[in-house]
């Protein structure tokens, strides 16, 4: 496995990816070295959120025995058409056992790319998570696209009020603030390595530090120059140093912001 290019601003500040799918096939087989390397570039803290029910033993087991990674639980929308309604009772059993620490309910949400004959089930299934995350106080990771009014709506009219992550978040400012309005913070992905993402990148720009946390979504979402590759959580340095490059505060005021961000939505402080 080839050593991703590190920069060495990243490598001095502690990094938290908020968002990398350690359990994925991709990622899975050789977990170690990915964390490994994830480590050399400056990542400190993992938060692995699931995608469907058959992941949740897995996850609970590799967070239980890895005091640096945290742990989210939830029906993601790609997965829904295999689930239903009734998942949700074994998800608020999992929150109930004293052993399991669960940081966040995630990766939940809505995305209305997908073929039609999904919506009902993922609608259903996003407002009974979105739900219980708010009988365990608990905050939540959002998938969103082409779903943004449909997330507010739910949020809104659940009087939901726990917050979390609006991850792999592309738009404008009013879109952001939509979301920041609410109690939630902005997931800075790969995005913002690219160049033809401008409204993205004048976004984040301008965009209050104190909304944002760092991530990668990996495997998924690779960064410019990456197309086609496996992402890692190694990347998660680039993803900062390209944050650095958009942003006035020095490398070191980000660094601590982003930490702080992400251990106070995910309830670590």
Known sequence: MNNPQITTRSMHYPLFDTHCHLDLPELWHAWPEHWR????AGVQALLIPAVAKENWPR????????????LALGIHPWWAIKHHLADIDLLALQLQQPEVSVQAIGEIGLDFALNADSFVIQQQLFA?????????????????????????AEIK?????????LHAFS??????????????????????TYSRAEKTRNAVSKLPLSALVLETDAPAMPLSGFQGQV?????????????CQLRDESPPQLAVALWQNSRQVLRLS
């Open 157 to 165: 009219r659940q009087q939901f009020s726990e917050g979390g992550i």
């Open 231 to 243: 992402n890692t959580p190694a990347q998660l340095a680039q993803v900062f140093d390209a944050l």
């Open 59 to 70: 996850l609970l087991k590799l967070c239980q025995t890895n005091p640096q990674f945290y």
């Open 37 to 40: 390397l994830a480590q050399q």
């Open 128 to 152: 009974a998570q979105l739900a219980l995350a708010k009988r365990h106080k608990l905050p939540v990771i959002l998938h969103h696209r082409k779903s943004q009014p449909a997330l507010l």
């Open 171 to 192: 738009g404008s400012q009013q879109q952001a603030h939509a979301f920041i309005d609410v109690g939630f913070k902005l997931g800075i992905g790969g995005t913002i």
